[in-house]
């Protein structure tokens, strides 16, 4: 399966200097999401890059509903749709913890500040969260604990994408 990572795809717009990238900087340091209109159309160029793929690993995306109905279009397109949706439940508070952490030596602006990381779990709770509804009601819903340690993780995610 091919790994699409939006927030991974936008850093190296920011790194390469790109006018999508200068767009995208200042709204990602802020943590709120970018638009729905770049992140789609990336998104779109990467799934027409990979013509051969046996599949993809949707990584941060879709965070919005607008994204969510655009990908479904996209997938249908191509005659193929969405398996499955895999959400981490973790607390807040472990979260920040694990966010500051990392802001030591991931040379991200968003995992330095509370107040950002904040606004970051906020833009999830308002706009990515009710995302479970929309996959639910599909049956395409998977929870799972993402507490524990990265192989304890990394087992739960593919114990459930083998099975599809
Ligand atoms: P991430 O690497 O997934 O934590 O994303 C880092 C930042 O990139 C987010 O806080 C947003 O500003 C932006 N971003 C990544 N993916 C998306 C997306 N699907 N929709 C909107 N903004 C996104």
Known sequence: ??????GDILRG????????????????????????????????????NNPNSN??????FPRTAAQAEALDI?????NTSISSMLSLKVEDKELIRRLLSRGKDS???DDKNEEII??????????????????????KLSEIEGVGSVIEISNKLNTVIDTL
């Open 118 to 139: 904040a606004n970051r779990i906020n833009e999830y709770n308002n706009k990515t969260a009710p995302l479970k509804d929309y996959y639910s009601a599909q049956n």
């Open 107 to 109: 040379g991200r602006a």
């Open 74 to 78: 996209l997938l249908d397109g191509k």
């Open 55 to 60: 599949g993809f690993i949707f990584d941060g």
């Open 1 to 6: 399966l091919v790994h699409l990572s939006t």
């Open 13 to 48: 717009e920011i790194k390469a200097g790109t006018s999508l990238g200068l767009e995208a900087k200042a709204i990602m340091d802020r943590g709120d999401l970018v638009s729905d209109e770049i992140v789609i159309g990336m998104i779109s160029s990467k799934l027409d």
